[in-house]
């Protein structure tokens, strides 16, 4: 059994070997939380060498070099050469590297899940390495259950509690607001774009207390 995890990764260092189709989603995922990308492969795709040019990520057009591991914090072994990912997998783990090799998933000490994003909303989906494609398929799903409403729900909410974590100083009525808050159906008003409803509910919850 896996332990799910979210990892903050702006500002890290992160390695990724191999440069093809594989390799480019997981460069993409690396670079849209702020991670500090380096590539590793003799051939890159058009879309990785236009992030190359335009500074997004560093690239070293060569291959894999027994080592070339060392110092980073997420490595990923995306090459269709198992000798070579066998090879970056084994330097991660002489070195409590967090390594994921894309075509052996014993030789991974991460998996990477099909994600669905709403702003603060983040829904991770394993199959434990069972099917990628079924993780694809209910990725799917929940991007239609889950629309773009939730950004702006999940920004209402936070701020909401920013003031009463300010505001109320007793932690069970805390609890009790927050847990108002959450029932009162602040997500419909904001679907249907009725904001007086919204104020109306938002005042109702932080009144009762
Ligand atoms: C979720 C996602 C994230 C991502 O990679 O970004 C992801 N694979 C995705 C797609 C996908 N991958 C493959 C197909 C073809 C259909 C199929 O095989 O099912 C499709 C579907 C497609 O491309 O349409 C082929 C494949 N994948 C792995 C192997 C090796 C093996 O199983 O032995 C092979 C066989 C290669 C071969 O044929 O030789 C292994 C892994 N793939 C994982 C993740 C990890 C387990 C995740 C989990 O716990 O479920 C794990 C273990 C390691 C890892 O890569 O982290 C992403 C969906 C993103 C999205 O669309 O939302
Ligand atoms: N985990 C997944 O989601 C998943 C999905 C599909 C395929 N796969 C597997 O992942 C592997 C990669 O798939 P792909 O479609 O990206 O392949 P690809 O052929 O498009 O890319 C392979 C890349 O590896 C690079 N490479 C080759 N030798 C290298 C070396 N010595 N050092 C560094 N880079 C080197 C090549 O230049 C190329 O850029 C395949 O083995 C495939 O079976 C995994």
């Known amino acids: 059994m896996l332990y799910p995890l ?3 990764l702006e500002g890290q260092p992160c390695l990724v070997v191999g440069g093809g189709q594989v390799a480019e989603r997981k460069i993409e995922s690396l670079l849209e939380v702020g991670a500090r990308v380096t590539v590793i492969s003799p051939e890159v795709t058009p879309a990785i060498q236009e992030w190359v040019q335009e500074g997004k990520l ?27 990912n066998e090879m970056v997998a084994r ?17 991974c000490n991460f998996y990477v899940p099909a994600v669905v994003r709403r702003g603060d909303l983040t829904i991770a989906i394993s199959t434990n390495g069972a099917s990628p494609a079924v993780a694809k398929r209910i990725r799917k799903k929940m991007e239609r259950e889950f629309g ?23 932690p069970e009525m805390r609890k009790d607001i927050f847990e108002r808050l959450a029932d009162v159906g602040l997500l419909d008003c904001i679907k249907a774009g ?13 009144s009762s207390s």
């Open 91 to 107: 330097d991660c783990f002489q070195r409590n590297i967090l390594i994921n090799t894309v075509d052996i998933p014993p030789l």
């Open 194 to 206: 009725d904001e007086q409803g919204l104020k109306e509910r938002i005042a109702q919850c932080l």
């Open 6 to 8: 979210m990892l903050r």
């Open 58 to 84: 560093r690239s070293y057009l060569r291959g894999y070099q027994e080592g070339d591991a060392a110092g980073h914090f997420v490595v990923i072994a995306a090459t269709d050469v198992s000798e070579v």
């Open 148 to 170: 773009e409403e939730y950004g702006e729900y999940l920004q209402v909410m936070k701020s909401l509690r920013e003031q009463v974590l300010r505001e109320v100083s007793d």
